[in-house]
Nanobody, 116 residues
Framework: QVQPVESGGGLVQAGGSLKLSCTASGSNFRGNDIQWYRQAPEKQRDLVASISSTYYINYADSVRGRFTISRDNAKNMVNLQMNTLTPEDTGVYYC??????????WGQGTQVTVSS
């Protein structure tokens, strides 16, 4: 069983930065693909950034150049550094882990609020 746990959310002013972290149990963390999703109020959950087990990285157009995803397999951790935040980045950020056998696990989410 893999249980992602997000941390690092909070309230920040526009133009500010936050760093989110996702940790998870499991002995094969390095084999997992990890994604960050975002859900704004009354909107669907959208993919923000992803990093595969082979370090292939992808970003949503809306965050490319501002957000950076990285992973530290020794710590079973994936980070999302978010810079130049705007109110449109407000939402609940979820960590999603996909294991090599295609099982998917979601974290409980962490709230990010960007004030104008």
């Amino acid at each position: 069983q893999v249980q992602p746990v997000e941390s690092g959310g909070g309230l920040v002013q526009a133009g500010g930065s936050l760093k989110l972290s996702c940790t998870a149990s499991g002995s094969n963390f390095r084999g997992n693909d990890i994604q960050w999703y975002r859900q704004a109020p009354e909107k669907q959950r959208d993919l923000v950034a992803s990093i595969s087990s082979t370090y292939y990285i992808n970003y949503a157009d809306s965050v490319r150049g501002r957000f950076t995803i990285s992973r530290d397999n020794a710590k079973n951790m994936v980070n999302l550094q978010m810079n130049t935040l705007t109110p449109e980045d407000t939402g609940v950020y979820y960590c999603r882990i996909r294991t090599p056998d295609r099982r998917v696990y979601w974290g409980q989410g962490t709230q990010v609020t960007v004030s104008s």
